[in-house]
């Protein structure tokens, strides 16, 4: 035919760590039952952290929830730049503070790759970000009329996030805009949840909005090391 129909919205990912498995104590917790070690660690990962993080006001349970991220990467061997990058994004950033990267994008780029990820007109945005009061779960809200030609994206990585992040930033001079615009586009469309879309939107905003800081991300790192390396919650890979 002429006209290629649109595939059905790609489906969720296999199951890997959810909001509530995140939330358990340290010693409950199985760091090897997120996804299969030598892989790429999905963002889905991190965004679940992310909602688990929003979705509480105690430091105890923020603590928990990061530091039980940090040690599904290690138990999965993630590098120590994938480990890093993972922290970075928990900050809404794709690089350290003192590195200086910029990503350059402000509401006009971010809600141009929105609609055009999600098939939202404009003034299906705007209501939804008028209902909301936020962008980010503006986008989660309009995520349900995303299709896709053909084969859809492979699911966004931790690492390919942060790359992805960067590319951004490093477009600079005539068409930076666009090639922002274009790339913020490609990581929208692979994303596989509400919760990926509504934290890549307030990552690319500056802000993920969910209250805890490098305060709450470094001590879950030291203890996710310590639990790491004592053997705490699960069983050692083969």
């Known amino acids: 035919p002429l006209v290629r129909p649109l595939a059905p919205r790609a489906p969720p990912p296999a199951p890997s760590l959810d909001a509530t498995t995140l939330a358990r104590p340290l010693a409950d917790f199985d760091p ?108 989660a809200s309009l995520r349900g009329g995303q299709a896709f030609l053909g084969r859809p994206p492979p699911p966004l990585t931790i690492p390919g996030v942060v790359e992805g992040l960067l590319d951004i930033a490093r477009a600079t001079g005539a068409g930076a805009a666009a090639a922002k615009q274009a790339r913020l586009h490609s990581l929208l469309r692979a994303a596989r949840s509400p919760d990926e879309t509504r934290f890549l939107v307030r990552t690319a905003l500056g802000c993920v909005r969910v209250g805890a800081g490098w305060r709450s991300v470094l001590p879950a790192l030291g203890a996710a090391l310590a639990a790491h390396a004592g053997g705490v919650g699960g069983a050692e890979r083969a």
Not at 65 to 75: D, H, P, S, T, W
Not at 107 to 129: H, N, Q
Request: charged residues 10%; proline residues 6%.
């Open 32 to 139: 090897v039952a997120g996804w299969p070690a030598g892989t790429p660690p999905p963002y889905a990962a991190v965004a679940a952290a992310l909602a688990a993080v929003d979705a509480t006001k105690s430091r105890l349970a923020i603590g928990r929830v990061y530091a039980n991220l940090f040690r599904a990467l290690l138990a999965a061997g993630a590098s120590g730049d994938c480990v890093a990058g993972a922290g970075h994004l928990l900050l809404g950033a794709a690089a350290p503070a003192h590195a200086g990267v910029e990503l350059g994008v402000g509401p006009a780029i971010v809600s141009a790759a929105i609609k055009g990820a999600t098939g939202a007109s404009a003034a299906s945005l705007r209501a939804a970000a008028r209902k909301a009061g936020d962008l980010g779960d503006a986008a």
